[in-house]
């Protein structure tokens, strides 16, 4: 059989679906090669959200057929241009759309060279590929409508993946090794939203917290109109859910959420905020912003530095808003200038960096439970884990100096330095 190996572009989201894709293909009896140069074949899973990631999703795979690779592209590239790709990329050899990773293995044998997408199901993993943390998407697609955004056009709209299926999914997780579950979704507050009898995300984290070996349930992205009280109090009395949540708000200025077409706008952004500090004292807060959307103005981004410099968010990213084809933002005039986007981006950037800072000073001379995930990617002098308040990749991580921890569990560590992200340790 042919090597095969897999690189995952985009989200973590998309991760899941690559996790699934080298499911089927082991099935399949391919020999899967963690690095690609081993490879005869690449699979690249693409992102196409904005128009940087399908240059970057465009130029891997180039990188690759230069080489002498055989190319197989799959995600969101197939769902935003179609057959198009069958014109402009006649080297690939397999376009596979979301929902039809199920059929590579065949269609590599016989099959067509384009699977168009199906919007029907969400993929379920049986064994676990990420070490001691992995990702369970709980539902595929979004119904939101943002104005700058593609997913429902390339992911379709929200469709929930049925409770019973989640928690079996978990177990088996946990049996394969995972200590963390990180639900993952578009907006997991519209979870189940779907489903006769409307299952609640609520009653799914109280399901999957009942898992033995599970330790650690983490939410990721959930829409600030989609926040309920009784949920975020349900986290706060669970111990097995950790005090984080990421909350895209985008922005706070009621003029910039209309003309993004943002459910709630800002009334829903402030209560959702207000709730969590309110209810939950102690929760970290990741969220992202978006600035240079047409609509935000002088006064509106001062609206915007104002407010992140209240501190009532902990993690943050910051991007500058791109004019996608297709979309309703594209179409809308007074946009600012690129130059303007950048600058504003690296001054909100320059807040937050400075309350992250305040706050991870405070963990200096405490000692914190970490999961201790191996050696750190650049030495392997040091190791290195995360704390409950750092998601894999974009928070941080917990670096450690001293001690001989197990690789996949926790340990209780003593902070005693800081760093721009990081925090600095030794077992204790």
């Given amino acids: 059989m042919n090597r095969i190996a897999l690189v995952s572009l985009g989200c973590p989201k998309n991760l899941v679906d690559s996790e699934y894709i080298l499911e089927q293909l082991l099935a399949a009896g391919y020999t899967i090669e963690p690095d690609p140069k081993d490879a005869g074949t690449v699979v690249v899973n693409t992102c196409a959200f904005l128009t940087e990631s399908v240059e970057e999703s465009i130029r891997t795979m180039l990188i690759y057929l230069d080489q002498g690779k055989e190319v197989i592209c799959t995600g969101c590239l197939v769902s935003r241009y179609g057959e198009e790709l069958l014109r402009e990329l006649p080297e690939v050899s397999l376009f596979s759309g979301p929902g039809t990773y199920d059929l590579i293995a065949r269609a590599l044998k016989s099959g067509p060279r384009y699977l168009p997408p199906r919007f029907s199901g969400v993929v379920r993993r049986s064994r676990a590929t990420t070490g001691s943390t992995a990702y369970v998407k709980v539902s595929e697609g979004c119904s939101n409508a943002c104005g700058y955004c593609l997913i429902p056009s390339i992911r379709g709209p929200l469709l929930s993946k049925p409770p019973q299926d989640v928690v079996e999914e978990c177990r088996d997780l946990a049996a394969a090794g995972v200590r963390e579950i990180i639900l993952v979704a578009q907006d997991l507050g519209g979870y189940g939203t779907d489903i006769p009898g409307h299952p609640t995300l609520r009653g799914l984290v109280e399901e999957i917290s009942r898992i033995e070996d599970i330790l650690w349930i983490r939410l990721m992205y959930m829409h600030p109109a989609s926040l309920d009280e009784q949920l975020v109090a349900a986290m706060r009395d669970n111990p097995k859910v950790v005090p984080y949540i990421d909350?895209?708000?985008?922005?706070?200025?009621?003029?910039?959420?209309?003309?993004?077409?943002?459910?709630?706008?800002?009334?829903?952004?402030?209560?959702?905020?207000?709730?969590?500090?309110?209810?939950?004292?102690?929760?970290?807060?990741?969220?992202?912003?978006?600035?240079?959307?047409?609509?935000?103005?002088?006064?509106?981004?001062?609206?915007?530095?104002?407010?992140?410099?209240?501190?009532?968010?902990?993690?943050?990213?910051?991007?500058?808003?791109?004019?996608?084809?297709?979309?309703?933002?594209?179409?809308?005039?007074?946009?600012?200038?690129?130059?303007?986007?950048?600058?504003?981006?690296?001054?909100?950037?320059?807040?937050?960096?400075?309350?992250?800072?305040?706050?991870?000073?405070?963990?200096?001379?405490?000692?914190?439970?970490?999961?201790?995930?191996?050696?750190?990617?650049?030495?392997?002098?040091?190791?290195?884990?995360?704390?409950?308040?750092?998601?894999?990749?974009?928070?941080?991580?917990?670096?450690?100096?001293?001690?001989?921890?197990?690789?996949?569990?926790?340990?209780?560590?003593?902070?005693?330095?800081?760093?721009?992200y990081d925090l600095v340790g030794r077992i204790a």
């Fill in 247 to 420: 909350l895209p708000i985008q922005h706070v200025s009621e003029t910039v959420l209309r003309a993004m077409g943002r459910k709630g706008g800002s009334d829903a952004v402030r209560k959702a905020l207000n709730m969590l500090k309110e209810v939950y004292a102690d929760i970290w807060i990741r969220s992202t912003v978006m600035v240079g959307h047409p609509g935000e103005d002088e006064k509106t981004f001062a609206e915007l530095e104002d407010f992140i410099r209240q501190g009532y968010i902990d993690h943050l990213g910051v991007f500058t808003y791109s004019p996608e084809e297709g979309t309703r933002s594209a179409a809308m005039p007074d946009a600012p200038s690129a130059e303007a986007g950048e600058w504003r981006r690296e001054r909100i950037m320059e807040i937050q960096q400075d309350i992250s800072r305040r706050r991870l000073a405070g963990f200096v001379g405490k000692t914190i439970p970490v999961l201790v995930e191996g050696y750190h990617p650049e030495t392997e002098l040091l190791l290195a884990g995360r704390a409950s308040f750092q998601a894999p990749d974009v928070d941080g991580m917990v670096i450690i100096t001293e001690g001989s921890p197990r690789f996949g569990a926790f340990s209780d560590v003593e902070i005693t330095d800081t760093m721009e």
